[in-house]
Antibody, heavy 120, light 109 residues
């Protein structure tokens, strides 16, 4: 059974860098059939795609976040990670990691999500 | 950029009602549209992919239709477990980006 688990600090100071890791179990992150993505949801608001990565390292980012976002994979650990720099309060959200099949363009497996609050 | 509008934002309905949620895009997206259900404190759950394909394990009362710029999610007979928020999601194959609709909260009438 595929499982994704987010981990990282729950509190980040303004102007610093948010760093999260998604650990994948039950499937190989090196599969050629999937992208691996990050989606966030501010409290009480809707879903926002942040970006995705392929096992080879190819990345795709939301244009509004692209200048501050880095997503990368560590195939040896079966993990992928998100770094979001220069954060402000508007970056406070539940961050989900998810798998999405290349052929079908939707997110089929999700982590449980982790709340990150940006505050001094 | 392709704009996506989901409506209504809130919907009040009773058990047994037929419910329809719409997602419209500013340009044709062919069939690249998915629908999710989200309950409070939980991750979204895929219901429909590629406009009309029912994900395995999803009850058959859920259905999706549409192509081009207008898509609908229909719940044929609303059940107590269906009160939740629903999102559409689009994939832009030209820009390689994904986008979610604003969400529709289905409430008990």
């Amino acid at each position: 059974q595929l499982q994704l688990q987010e981990s990282g600090p729950g509190l980040v100071k303004p102007s610093e860098t948010l760093s999260l890791t998604c650990t994948v179990s039950g499937d190989s992150i090196s599969s050629t059939d999937y992208y691996w993505g990050w989606i966030r949801q501010p409290p009480g608001k809707g879903l926002e795609w942040v970006g995705s990565v392929y096992y080879s390292g190819n990345t795709f980012y939301d244009p509004s976040l692209k200048s501050r976002t880095t997503i990368y994979v560590d195939t040896s650990k079966n993990q992928f990670s998100l770094r979001l720099s220069s954060v402000t309060a508007v970056d406070s959200a539940v961050y989900y990691c998810a798998r999405h099949p290349i052929s079908w363009a939707y997110f089929d497996y999700w982590g449980q999500g982790t709340l990150v609050t940006v505050s001094s | 950029d392709i704009q996506m509008t989901q409506s209504p934002s809130t919907l009040s309905a009773s058990v047994g009602d037929r419910v329809t949620i719409t997602c419209r895009t500013s340009q044709s997206i062919n069939y690249w549209l998915a629908w999710y259900q989200q309950k409070p404190g939980k991750a979204p759950r895929i219901l429909i992919y590629k406009a009309s394909n029912l994900e395995s394990g999803v009850p058959s009362r859920f259905s999706g239709s549409g192509s081009g710029t207008e898509f609908t999610l229909t719940i044929s007979s609303l059940q107590p477990d269906d009160f939740a928020t629903y999102y559409c999601q689009h994939y832009n194959s030209y820009t390689l980006t994904w986008m979610f609709g604003q969400g529709t909260k289905v409430e008990i009438k």
